[in-house]
T-cell receptor, first 116, second 111 residues
Framework: GAVVSQHPSRVICKSGTSVKIECRSLDFQATTMFWYRQFPKKSLMLMAT?????????EQGVEKDKFLINHASLTLSTLTVTSAHPEDSSFYIC????????????FGPGTRLTVL | GEDVEQSLFLSVREGDSSVINCTYTDSSSTYLYWYKQEPGAGLQLLTY?????DMKQDQRLTVLLNKKDKHLSLRIADTQTGDSAIYFCAESLDSSYKLIFGSGTRLLVRP
């Protein structure tokens, strides 16, 4: 089946620094990638949708200047958490889709971000 | 508003059936999904049901949908230790990409 990877799987950074998380579709071309955030014992919250070659669409309440998304190619999307603060600590999960039907979304394993 | 709720934990013995329940609030949901998340792995789509269906069966998995009560359940027959994972239900309001997830139910299968 389709495989989506994320890198790094775990990152610890100091407050005020920026962190970049990569999401790659390994064996298919993803026209659309999605970024989710998951708090402990909470559900996944969609942060933004990125389409290759165009600007990302952010969900209400998500700061676009805080969470920069770049979808430079059909196999790579990056999420940069700028000027990270402890409240940004969370589990970030990406998914990649070949279309808009949700049965064609494939999820990455997630990245655990801890901001000290 | 949109809200999907699940119980946090379920423990069953190997060979028994497991039933994971989910309630949702938005009556305009068109698709409802069950995902499985194993440690260190991404969410895996197990099955989904269209809102005009009451039941869907796929091998050991049976999904029941009660639209009147906005209740969705996933039954796993002959539960195995490999079924231990976190199970998420999710809804979408149309056939587009946006998924609204529950908080996940951790299933523990005891030998």
């Amino acid at each position: 089946g389709a495989v989506v990877s994320q890198h790094p799987s775990r990152v610890i950074c100091k407050s005020g620094t920026s962190v970049k998380i990569e999401c790659r579709s390994l064996d298919f071309q993803a026209t659309t990638m999605f970024w989710y955030r998951q708090f402990p014992k909470k559900s996944l919250m969609l942060m933004a949708t990125s389409n290759e070659g165009s600007k990302a669409t952010y969900e209400q309440g998500v700061e676009k200047d805080k969470f920069l998304i770049n979808h430079a190619s059909l196999t790579l999307s990056t999420l940069t958490v700028t000027s990270a603060h402890p409240e940004d600590s969370s589990f970030y999960i990406c998914s990649a889709g070949t279309g808009f039907r949700t049965d064609t979304q494939y999820f990455g394993p997630g990245t655990r971000l801890t901001v000290l | 508003g949109e809200d999907v709720e699940q119980s946090l934990f379920l423990s069953v013995r190997e060979g028994d059936s497991s039933v994971i329940n989910c309630t949702y609030t938005d009556s305009s949901s068109t698709y409802l999904y069950w995902y499985k998340q194993e440690p260190g792995a991404g969410l895996q789509l197990l099955t989904y049901i269209f809102s005009n269906m009451d039941m869907k069966q796929d091998q050991r998995l049976t999904v029941l949908l009660n639209k009147k009560d906005k209740h969705l359940s996933l039954r796993i027959a002959d539960t195995q230790t490999g079924d231990s994972a976190i199970y998420f239900c999710a809804e979408s309001l149309d056939s587009s990409y946006k998924l609204i997830f529950g908080s996940g139910t951790r299933l523990l299968v005891r030998p």
